[in-house]
């Protein structure tokens, strides 16, 4: 046991100042990558670029690229009967990049079962909120009665949106934000959603596993 952990550090990037990554195929078997580094705008849109995304516990940043890789195609997606008449009831109003704060604070501080603490630090809300000034982060918000009750964020390069989280405190809140969010960005030309790791929630609306080197030439072709 201690040897092999031994091993782990060993071969463990660790990030300085310098934006740089190891190659993916150093990623080990759950696809950590690297440590260290800072979550600077450059930083992050690099890491993106490159199929890389930031996901951790404490004050060290773990930088991620899993194999296979959790996406959806817009045109899988699914919408079951029940949600079409969610839709239709039109219980929501969805709006984008009305509530970015709320949305990225709300995400930080929803209660996940089997996850103790959130990995939305200050540092990744500074982080997000530098893409989102410049116009790389987004937010989508789902308000009932004036009162915002889902949403989720991401960042959108190109024609690749790279989700991030979600928050719902009535239930298909976040369900429907993402439903219209997809719709509207299908129309505006998205072509991929990085869903990164597996969730039932996001199975049921007809994302599936590809492969990480498949992943990554789709980003060389649809990443601006």
């Not at 450059?42 to 004050?59: K, M, N, S, T, V």
């Not at 990049?97 to 996940?112: E, H, L, P, S, T």
């Not at 004036?146 to 949403?151: C, D, M, T």
Request: aromatic fraction near 12%.
């Amino acid at each position: 046991m201690a040897s092999g952990a031994a091993t782990a550090l060993r071969t463990l990037h660790f990030l300085d100042e310098k934006i740089w990554f190891p190659p993916l195929e150093e990623a080990d078997e759950e696809g950590l990558l690297a440590a260290g580094g800072d979550l600077s705008a450059q930083r992050l849109l690099f890491a993106y670029r490159h199929g890389i995304f930031p996901w951790y516990e404490g004050q060290v940043p773990l930088w991620w690229s899993p194999d296979p890789r959790f996406v959806l195609f817009p045109p899988d997606l699914c919408i079951s009967k029940s949600m079409k008449q969610v839709l239709r009831k039109q219980c929501f109003q969805i709006t984008q990049n009305q509530a970015f704060g709320q949305v990225i604070k709300r995400c930080a501080n929803a209660q996940r079962p089997g996850q103790h603490g959130t990995w939305i630090t200050e540092a990744v809300v500074k982080g997000y909120h530098d893409l989102h000034l410049m116009g790389h982060a987004h937010s989508y918000e789902a308000w009932q009665n004036n009162r915002l009750v889902g949403g989720f964020y991401g960042v959108r390069l190109g024609q690749v949106f790279f989700g991030e989280s979600m928050f719902s405190e009535v239930s298909n809140a976040s369900k429907t934000a993402f439903i219209t969010a997809v719709t509207s960005m299908k129309a505006d030309g998205l072509r991929l959603i990085d869903c990164q790791v597996h969730t039932t929630h996001l199975e049921s609306l007809g994302a599936r596993f590809v492969p990480r080197r498949q992943f990554v030439q789709l980003l060389q072709q649809w990443v601006a």
